[in-house]
């Protein structure tokens, strides 16, 4: 800021400098008041003249700024992109795995359903309000699901996939050749 100040100190300096030119080269002597308005226009002037030196370096600094921002906004978009595909391509996978265990569970389509719906939380009252039928029909189809899959309960049964959850995703990524050098969280 110091080399503001002293830019717009110059400023009347100049402009007194060029009215003592004038008056040099035009031995005319105006009036006083005219000496003065002359003064504070050339004053005013070169102030002008020092903002726009002074503006002109910060806008190319904001556009190149801009720039680099468009191209992190870019580089952001494209590693957004690329983790939904990896997500994707991690949650079609996990999906197709749980459907392959129920499978080889036995489970029946309705037990399938209901084992999906326990693994997302969902509390049995829940399940039957979802699937219009009573808590005690739910109660039986999970019971059966645990039978078939030889797990005691709810919790045994999302630790059964939690437990290959991070095995599955890394082979799907890894088969799809998205593993890159970062890695998937």
Request: a neutral charge; aromatic letters at 6%; zero cysteines.
């Amino acid at each position: 800021m110091p080399r503001a100040l002293a830019l717009f100190a110059i400023a009347p300096v100049l402009a007194a400098a060029f009215i003592a030119l004038d008056l040099i080269v035009d031995p005319s002597r105006p009036p006083p008041a005219e000496i003065a308005i002359d003064l504070a226009e050339k004053t005013i002037l070169f102030a002008l003249v020092v903002v726009a030196l002074l503006i002109v370096p910060k806008f190319a600094n904001i556009e190149r700024d801009t720039a680099a921002m468009r191209v992190d906004l870019d580089r952001a978009r494209q590693d957004g992109e690329r983790w939904r595909q990896n997500s994707r391509l991690l949650m079609t996978g996990l999906a197709e795995a749980i459907q392959r265990q129920f499978d080889d569970w036995g489970l029946t389509a309705a037990e399938a359903d209901i084992a999906g719906l326990m693994l997302n939380g969902l509390p049995l009252k829940g399940i039957a309000r979802l699937r219009q039928t009573g808590e005690a029909t739910i109660r039986q189809q999970v019971q059966g699901i645990y039978r078939k899959s030889g797990l005691a309960n709810r919790t045994a049964l999302a630790a059964d996939f939690l437990e290959d959850l991070y095995d599955v995703a890394a082979a799907r990524v890894a088969s799809a050749g998205l593993a890159g050098d970062r890695p998937v969280n």
